[in-house]
């Protein structure tokens, strides 16, 4: 799993190449895009939605579930990423799509989504096989981009060479024994992380949480700035000092962002520190957007996996998911729950 995290900015430039191969039509000046997928697949296309949001007048829709929005139509594009090609979600949003009479193209290293678009005559991006799907985060990253990259007013690929280097050298000093994710893991300890982050980076907040999950085994959240001073401030200001030291609140901070939110959270981090909780701030790279996504994925994937050594966790399964695929696996395509399901463990 180490050996995939740091391989990440390599692989990101290769799925970024094939997926400009097979990029998307942009029919209009401000195109929709829906994107659905899962977990370690649906995130790329989150991570990618904070550059098009902020670089594009395109609309691009992350839907996490089977049900596509009523709004979808013959004028917009729908992108299905699904690692295995097997996620039932993912696999009724395909047929939703074909519906709703949106163009499609599927993301995935094969399975049933893989068969069924081949049979469509719906373009397929394949990705390389046998690798657990959240460490293929490289590849399908790359790849939403590079289709995407028509929605840009310029191309990314000149954008992508200049940042490389310069991700390559700070994902070296990452693997370094004592390097940033190291650290990062040392003082969250066995505390319960938050993640927080401006909405514009609210996907790699999110990509921190499942990483923890998944990897460290262990339970974590995510939530939103400003929003969550208008919410959780309150939650904190009440939490006793002796239950406060079980939490870990760390900022994913990008200098580009907002001022009047760095100044609320320097207030949010005195409030919490003088409540005992343990606070951290992660500046992400400053220069370009993708390259502060890129190299805040792959130190959150370092972390999590220095979080799964702490506990002796083997990170690369994932049962708790593979026994729920098994129980609900025959109800692929009806997308119907059974209320029978037994993969829950005792
Ligand atoms: O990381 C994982 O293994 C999961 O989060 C999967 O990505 C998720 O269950 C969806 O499966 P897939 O990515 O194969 O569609």
Redesign the pocket.
């Known amino acids: 799993m180490r050996a995939l995290a740091l391989e990440t900015p390599t692989t990101f430039r290769d799925g970024f190449r094939h997926g400009l191969e097979l990029s998307v039509p942009v029919r209009t000046a401000a195109p929709r895009v829906y994107a659905a997928?899962?977990?370690?697949?649906g995130i790329a296309a989150d991570l990618v939605r904070a550059l098009v949001v902020a670089e594009t007048a395109a609309e691009l829709t992350v839907v996490r579930g089977f049900a596509l929005p009523r709004a979808v139509g013959p004028r917009d594009h729908v992108l299905l990423t699904?690692?295995?090609?097997?996620?039932w979600e993912?696999l009724r949003a395909y047929d939703a799509a074909g519906r709703a009479g949106a163009t499609r193209t599927a993301l995935t290293s094969g399975g049933t989504l893989a068969e069924r678009a081949e049979a469509d005559g719906v373009p397929v991006l394949r990705v390389p096989p046998g690798l657990?799907?959240?460490a293929a985060i490289g590849h399908l990253l790359g790849g939403t981009l590079g289709l995407l990259d028509p929605l840009f007013p310029e191309s990314n690929e000149g954008r992508v060479a200049a940042v490389s280097p310069r991700i390559d050298r700070r994902v070296r000093r990452f693997s370094a024994p004592d390097g940033a994710p190291a650290q990062l893991a040392r003082s969250i300890g066995e505390r319960l992380p938050f993640f927080y982050a401006e909405s514009a980076f609210l996907p790699l907040a999110r990509r921190w949480k499942?990483q923890v999950e998944?990897n460290a085994k262990r339970l974590a959240a995510f939530d939103e700035l400003p929003e969550l001073l208008h919410n959780a401030l309150v939650g904190w200001d009440a939490t006793p000092k002796n239950v406060a030291r079980r939490f870990a609140v760390v900022v994913l901070e990008w200098a580009e962002g907002d001022p009047s939110v760095r100044t609320s959270v320097r207030y949010l981090e005195r409030l919490l520190r003088g409540r005992g909780v343990r606070t951290l701030k992660v500046d992400l790279a400053p220069e370009d957007r993708l390259e502060a996504l890129l190299e805040g994925v792959v130190l959150g994937d370092l972390t999590s996996l220095h979080l799964a050594r702490r506990r002796k966790v083997d990170p690369l399964p994932?049962d708790a998911?593979t026994r729920l695929?098994a129980a609900v696996g025959h109800a692929t395509g009806s997308g119907s729950f059974p209320a029978t399901a037994t993969g829950v463990a005792d």
């Open positions: 997928g899962m977990g370690g697949s699904s690692y295995s090609g097997n996620t993912t657990p799907p959240r499942h998944e994932v998911i695929k």
